[in-house]
């Protein structure tokens, strides 16, 4: 989901568990969008850019995201919209990833925890974005679905080699990080997902949910 409009920051502050209004641009976060209940509803990662705000959550899960924060949209500068039938996004990982990027002749990498910065990869604009949900160098390469292709055969001519899914998840679980669905659902508060340091800010004042 992307939100646009000189209000996103301060709206979308107001139905998560993170600081979004202390976001610089080319930093993310991790959040937990909540219900007036306090419970989760998804649980995303958060990037700010120049002009936008993009929000990564399951796949899926987009639509029904978006639903839920244009219920709250009055006279705010926002626009929402769902982006999961145009961006795509392939998943870099291990020691040699840096290394790799590197060849491809991108300079300068987004540092992290959740840092992003512009590149392009085989003539395509791509979002490098430095991720902090394994216990491995990783990033992901988020561009537009039609250009995936060109950027994923760069990769494997750059000496990348395709993973099993169950591999990414095996990394994902010893790492700790949760998914929404599988290990946090909409019964869930969420300080039951041991992210609080994380994901959750308890300076930042009132939100949707907040008072639990």
């Known amino acids: 989901m992307e939100l646009a409009g000189a209000d996103r920051a301060k709206f979308l502050h107001n139905f998560c568990t993170a600081d979004i209004r202390k976001l610089a641009i080319g930093r993310g976060c991790e959040a937990f969008v909540t219900s007036g209940q306090g419970k ?54 291990g020691p040699q990833a840096e290394a790799l990027l590197a060849g491809l002749g991108i300079a300068d990498l987004p540092v992290g925890p959740w840092g992003e910065a512009v590149a392009e990869v085989a003539e395509q604009r791509v979002r490098l974005r430095r991720i902090d949900e394994l216990n491995a160098p990783a990033w992901t390469l988020v ?11 760069a990769l494997n001519a750059a000496g990348a080699a395709q993973i099993d899914p169950v591999v990414a998840e095996i990394l994902r679980v010893e790492a700790g990080f949760p998914r929404f669905g599988r290990d946090v659902s909409d019964k869930n508060l969420p300080q039951e997902v041991h992210r609080d340091e994380h994901a959750i800010s308890f300076t930042k004042g009132c939100y949707l949910g907040q008072e639990t």
């Open 40 to 93: 989760t509803l998804d649980f995303v990662t958060v990037f700010a850019g120049p002009d936008s705000l993009t929000v990564s959550g399951e796949p899926g899960g987009g639509p029904k995201l978006v639903a839920h924060l244009d219920r709250y949209l009055i006279r705010e500068q926002v626009t929402l919209h769902e982006r999961s039938d145009e961006w795509g996004e392939i998943l870099l990982v």
């Open 143 to 153: 561009t537009e679905n039609a250009g995936l292709p060109a950027v994923r055969h």
